[in-house]
């Protein structure tokens, strides 16, 4: 079953790449993130499907100025991409848990990142 989420996950994910290669967020739909919309700030992952999209084309500029955490955090996100596939295929691997101190500075980076932004801006 581990397997077979995996695998779909990763099609699900390969689509979505897809169809953002093709068309814009904006006119997907995705103008504005929820987030944005009702409290009128920007959250730490506000613009990370135009990121997405720019990378995409190679427009790593962009994608910078879009939401450069999400795009300093995209090698560690396939990181963890990588090893959900091993735990899924492999039930030897134990699935690594992360220190407290690791989630700590992660989760500083996000809210010291989406303070920055908002104050900036």
């Known amino acids: 079953m581990k397997r077979f989420a995996y695998l779909f996950l990763t099609f699900c994910a390969l689509f979505i790449l897809a169809v953002l290669y093709v068309y814009s967020p904006e006119s997907l739909g995705f103008d504005v993130c929820f ?25 790593f500029r962009t994608a910078l100025q879009l939401n450069a955490l999400y795009v300093f955090s995209l090698p560690f996100l396939l990181y963890l991409w990588f090893v959900a596939g091993q735990y899924a295929f492999d039930a030897r691997k134990p699935f690594p848990l992360f220190s407290r101190k690791i989630t700590v500075v992660f989760l500083s980076a996000i809210l010291l990142f989406t303070l920055f932004r908002n104050i900036v801006h």
Do not use: E, N, S, Y
């Open 35 to 59: 987030t944005r919309r009702v409290l009128g700030i920007q959250c730490a992952g506000c613009g990370a499907t135009r990121a997405t999209r720019a990378l995409l084309h190679g427009d």
